[in-house]
């Protein structure tokens, strides 16, 4: 099929390994590092889990917004890549880099000036101990902010060219100085909370600095001219927030509900904190083959979108979407194998303990039959240009029925912590029909930012 630019765009099933495997590989990284921050902290004790663990949860959103934002300015490049204008491309991609780079730095401002706030009133009923940890942990990492914003926008760009190779190299050298800081500073130097805040102020510094450094080469597709000019193009950052901000508005509010959320599980103790800190790491891990294909969806859409191949859109959506449902499966059932040797090793409670087991149990099960139906194939829907219909429906949903039901089934039904992973499940289950309703249909056909 002749696309509207007169060239094909093909991604063969060895390209869709090239593709997908580094993702898993990066995300797979992601989530032990995130475990081995939290198995490290657990020498110091079940308060310093849980200050990481709600800091964290700030810092989530923050990196979904960057990560989103990211995604916003890499659908348009790989677009134009689609549509074989490379030029503006690179364009889309220094756009996307300036702006991250402000915006990121505004972001850090504002969570030093609100970091008593975050403390004392968005985290609840802490106690003091957990509080001094939070406050170490959070002054910390927040320096952090402006460099891993600009490592998502690098990796972005790299993974839209179809190169998701050196955006697993960087993340692999950035958790290598994440995970070694963290054994040399909590173990030799006896630093706590500490310990695990500089490696990743380090790590990410080092990481934005690498993969700015890979975008000045002419070699790649996307890449910074030397002619680049520090002045905004309007028209170019229009297009690139017209997905960006609807994703991040998305990603920030899912995760700002989460942080309400916790706020509600740690009315339930600390044995709860603890236990959702450990479910939440666990089920990263079963979902992490699922959000490797679905990244790769964006980059295999946006370039079939920029080059009007509506056809091909659909037949490498069914074919991605077996792929997301497969991985889910091997993941779930790694995890649930491993899980009673993993929970050894974590210094908790029996409680907590016992909290983990019965969401980690729930989470698995229902993310094999569902999970891909609910965040994979509205990939499709973003990466052709359609990303405020998905914004409206994940915002309504998440803040009805997961925050909703969370407090109905949580507190008022007295399901504690079990009762929140419940209302998650069902958030999963009310948005897929909207979301296969507007697939199904045409509308998002016609939404190409490029054309």
Partial sequence: METLQGKEIS?????????????????????????????????????????????????????????????????????YIGCRESRKACK?????????????????????????????????????????????????VSA???????????????????????????????????????????????????GVAIPTLVSRIVAAAVILGLLCS??????????????????????????GIPNGVENSLFQLGKILMLSLIASFGTASIAANAIANNFAQYQILGGMSVGIAMVTVVSQCVGAGDYEKVRRYTRKLMKLSYLFLVIMVVV?????????????????????????????????????PMAFTLPNTLRAAGDARYTMVVSVLVMWVVRIGCGYLLGAYFGLGILGVWIAMILDWAVRIPFFLLRYRGSRWEHMSLVH
Wanted: overall charge neutral; glycine content about 8%; some cysteine.
């Fill in 11 to 79: 991604f063969s099933n060895r390209d869709l390994r090239r593709l997908i495997v580094p993702l898993l590989i990066e995300q797979l990284l992601n989530c032990t590092v995130g475990m081995m921050d939290s198995l490290m902290v657990s020498t110091v004790g079940e308060a310093a889990v849980s200050a990481v663990s709600l800091v964290d949860c700030v810092n989530v959103l923050l990196l979904q917004v960057f990560a989103a934002l990211a995604a916003g300015g890499a659908i348009v490049a790989g677009q």
């Fill in 92 to 140: 889309a991609g220094q756009q996307l880099t300036l702006f991250m780079a402000v915006f990121s730095v505004a972001v850090m401002a504002l969570m030093y000036g609100i970091s008593d706030f975050l403390l004392n009133v968005v985290f609840g009923s802490i106690t003091a101990e957990v509080e001094g940890y939070a406050r170490t942990y959070l002054l910390i």
């Fill in 144 to 194: 952090s902010i402006p460099f891993i914003a600009l490592y998502n926008a690098g990796a972005a760009l790299f993974r839209i060219m179809g190169n998701s190779r050196v955006s697993m190299l960087v993340a692999l050298l950035m958790n290598g100085i994440n995970v070694g800081g963290n054994a040399l500073l909590v173990f030799g130097f006896h630093l706590g909370v500490a």
């Fill in 218 to 243: 002419a070699k790649h597709e996307i890449h910074f001219e030397r002619s680049m000019s520090l002045r905004p193009d309007w028209n170019m950052i229009r297009n690139i927030m017209s997905v």
């Fill in 335 to 371: 995890t649930l194998a491993l899980m009673p040797l993993i929970l050894r090793l974590y210094n908790v409670s029996a409680e907590a303990d016992a909290y983990a087991v019965r969401c980690i149990l729930l989470h698995g099960g229902m993310a094999c039959l569902i999970w």
